[in-house]
Structures are given as structure tokens and as C-alpha cells.
């Protein structure tokens, strides 16, 4: 049960035999893909006990308050996973989503009349019927999301001599009702899928619920005989084992790229390919 941030501390305080269980900055770099929970949280507002104190795990109720001014009651989990579909910074706080989409009230219904149920939501019809693990042209899938993601395609295209503009990997499982994943980049000839992930404008992205996305995404292909390597900037943990963590992708980062890729599929085919 969620504890006072006062009696968590004093609690931390007896089972550790010390006046500061947690040295401050013990958990900077587990909150370093949270910037927006950085600005939300102030120490003397939670007696004194710096964020970087604190376990991302820890069952305990923090004060928070956004840049409009609500202050709310969370613990870090809580906080870390609000973040869902949506892709405004009220995101982050309780109040400014109710705000930014305030409840319908509907009017009382009689007792007798039941609303029926809803079938399962289909699949999207639009994924061809092809096996499992097998890259196609999808027409459901989104466009590049940054310029960023564009440069490192045309980058890596350059450099490696594999079948460009594919961009769909056909799933054994729903994804987002759809059997099928939209990897940023599709390598066919190695079956490797490359995710290009930051936490975007307002720090929303690949965290949270997010973050559980991806890594269901992640075993969907694997399970589909693909390998996955993810980019990942803005202080993002990695979510693989052959994830890279860059702060840009420059010359040498897509070096690092080519030999993650050497380390899944072998030199000798990689180096095949390479232009």
C-alpha cells in the first residue's frame, strides 16, 4: 500500500541503518527518460527528498505539480505509465486531460433496455495473406515520423546493398488490430527490423504504456524469426540486447549500427551487403 513519502523515508531510513538511504543521484539516469516527471516534482514539496532519491519502483505518494499549476497525488509508477495514446503534454497530469476532454454525461437509461455488446473488433482487412516473418509494402503504414528517421534510412541505405521500401513485417498476432508491425526500418535480407526511438516534444514518447508497446512489438517479431535493434536516444534504457543507446546518430554511430548487425547475423553475410 502507497506510504507517505515522510514514513517511506523514515522506514528506508530504519531497515538501512541510515540517515540517507538513498544518496542523491542514485536514480539519475532511471529518471533521465522522464524529463517532463523532472519539472513536475519539487523536493520541498516532498520533504526535502530529491527525485534522484527515489526508486522508480517505490510504493510511495508523491506531490506533484504541472506547468499549469494542478497539484495531484501519484506514485512514480503511476506517473511514469500516464502517458497512453494521447500526444499533448497535459498528458502528464490528471487535471489537464480532464480538462482537455471532459466526460460526456449521458442520461439514465431504463433498467429493461440493455445496450448489446459489442463484438470483437476485426482485424484491418488490409494486410495480405502471406506467411508469417514475410516483409511487404504496406499501405496501413504510417509515414516517417522526423527527419531524423528519413536521414538515417537514406543513410543506411547507402550503406548497406539490401531491398529498400518495404515497410511491414507480417505477424503471427494482432498488433493495434492489425497482423502486421511497421518497423522505421525493414532489412529483409537479414531479417532485421530498426527502431529509431526519443521521447519526443513533449517527452511523451517510447515511455510509460508506450514503452510496453514497444516491447510487444519487439516479440512479435522475434516470434516471427526477426531480430530487432532500437536507437535509443534521450537517455532511454535499452529494451534489447542489441540496442544501441546514441545521443545522435553521426558516422560512428552507424558504424556501431553495422556491427550490432554483424553480431546477430554473422560478418560474413553482413559484410555481403555492404556498398
Known amino acids: 500500500m502507497p506510504e507517505r513519502i515522510e514514513d517511506w523515508w523514515a522506514r528506508r531510513q530504519f531497515s538501512r ?5 538513498y544518496a542523491i543521484g542514485t536514480y539519475r539516469e532511471a529518471w533521465a527518460p522522464y524529463p517532463a516527471l523532472i519539472r513536475q516534482y519539487y523536493p520541498d514539496r516532498n520533504a526535502g527528498i530529491m527525485l534522484t532519491q527515489i526508486p522508480p519502483a517505490a510504493d510511495v505518494l508523491l506531490l506533484w505539480t504541472c506547468s499549469a499549476g494542478h497539484v495531484f497525488v501519484a506514485t512514480p509508477t503511476e506517473q511514469r505509465a500516464r502517458p497512453s495514446r494521447e500526444r499533448r503534454r497535459s498528458a502528464w497530469c490528471p487535471d489537464c486531460t480532464s480538462l482537455a476532454k471532459p466526460q460526456h454525461v449521458r442520461p439514465a437509461k431504463s433498467a429493461e433496455i440493455r445496450r448489446p455488446q459489442r463484438p ?14 514475410e516483409p511487404f509494402v504496406s499501405t496501413c503504414a504510417p509515414k516517417p515520423a522526423s527527419a531524423v528517421e528519413a536521414q538515417l534510412r537514406a543513410d543506411l541505405f547507402a550503406r548497406l546493398a539490401v531491398t529498400p521500401g518495404l515497410n511491414a513485417v507480417r505477424v503471427s498476432r494482432p498488433f493495434f488490430d492489425h497482423l502486421e508491425v511497421w518497423p522505421d526500418l525493414v532489412l529483409p535480407e537479414l531479417r532485421i527490423a530498426v527502431e529509431y526511438d526519443s521521447t519526443g516534444r513533449h517527452g511523451l514518447e517510447h515511455v510509460g504504456k ?37 545521443s545522435s546518430v553521426t558516422t560512428r554511430g552507424l558504424e556501431r549500427l553495422v556491427d550490432s548487425f554483424r553480431d546477430i547475423r554473422g560478418a560474413i553475410l553482413v559484410n555481403a551487403y555492404l556498398t
Open 210 to 246: 508506450r514503452e510496453e508497446a514497444d516491447r510487444r512489438k519487439d516479440r512479435l517479431l522475434r516470434a516471427a524469426q526477426w531480430e530487432v535493434v532500437r536507437i535509443r536516444t534521450g537517455k532511454l534504457e535499452k529494451l534489447g540486447p542489441h540496442d544501441l543507446q546514441l
Open 17 to 21: 541503518g541510515t540517515d540517507v538511504p
Open 120 to 133: 470483437a473488433r476485426p482485424v484491418c482487412p488490409k494486410t495480405p495473406r502471406l506467411p508469417v516473418g
